[in-house]
């Protein structure tokens, strides 16, 4: 099967391109988050592309329907993989970045971001979401299937019942993803690679654990050994 691995690139250019080397194109994807886009800007998704990637640009977009119209538009003409967009900016937000990657003559695929990881049902709260994580994100992502996104980003935890309720081709991407013993660190809602992917993930982000280890390319492959 083609490798569900995508590698979170949360580093500066320097070191995202030298960890790049070392990776094989065929075992996973990559992704540009906001770190690495803002310090680079679209020349690190060329260099990443000219060295074989599929590249996920994780930026959440999340504004007035015209504006992220726009700035999808921009963003496909880069050659990206995956792109984003904040599934709370509503029904016309969304419509807006599916139109616009309908339109494109090579369309990347679109997701929309739920909930972070980051956030449980306390945080939801603080910010005036009176919903439980789980019917928030499920709530979202039917949301973003009616509006003709390819699929979203959630948590490990809401894999189940989403795949349950969801599109059997509808993607499903879950960061908060890493080995059984490995610290949280800032994230909540997190599983191993492969509970994940026997939940229903098609795709799973994997940063620390794969980024900060002396020899990536070898973890990379013991994590597929476990899916």
């Known amino acids: 099967m083609k490798s569900p691995i995508i590698v979170a690139l949360d580093m500066s250019p ?10 094989n194109p065929d075992e996973c994807k990559v992704k540009v988050g906001s770190q690495l886009f ?19 640009l994780d930026l959440k977009y ?30 016309e937000m969304l419509r807006a970045a599916s139109e616009t990657v309908e339109q494109a003559s090579v369309k990347p695929l679109l997701l929309g971001v739920t909930i972070l990881t980051s956030l449980d049902d306390k945080a939801l709260n603080s910010v005036g979401l009176g919903l ?25 935890s809401e894999l189940p019942a989403l795949r349950n309720q969801l599109n059997e081709d509808f993607l499903l991407v879950t960061p908060g993803v890493r080995s059984s013993g490995k610290a ?44």
């Open 14 to 23: 320097e070191n995202a391109l030298e960890l790049a080397r070392k990776l």
């Open 184 to 227: 949280k660190d800032d994230q909540k809602r997190v599983s191993t690679a492969a509970l994940a992917i026997k939940n229903g993930a098609n795709f799973v982000v994997i940063g620390r654990e794969i980024t900060m280890d002396i020899d990536p390319r070898r973890k990379i492959r013991q994590i597929l050994e476990t899916v």
């Open 38 to 56: 803002t310090s680079s800007g679209p020349e690190i998704i060329k260099k990443l592309t000219n060295l074989g990637f599929d590249v996920f």
């Open 62 to 91: 999340h504004d007035i329907p015209n504006t992220v119209g726009k700035v999808v538009e921009a963003s496909i003409e880069l050659g990206i993989w995956m792109i984003n967009v904040h599934s709370l900016g509503g029904k």
């Open 132 to 156: 439980p994580v789980a019917d928030q994100v499920l709530l979202l992502a039917e949301l973003c299937q009616n509006e003709g996104l390819d699929g979203v980003v959630c948590s490990p």
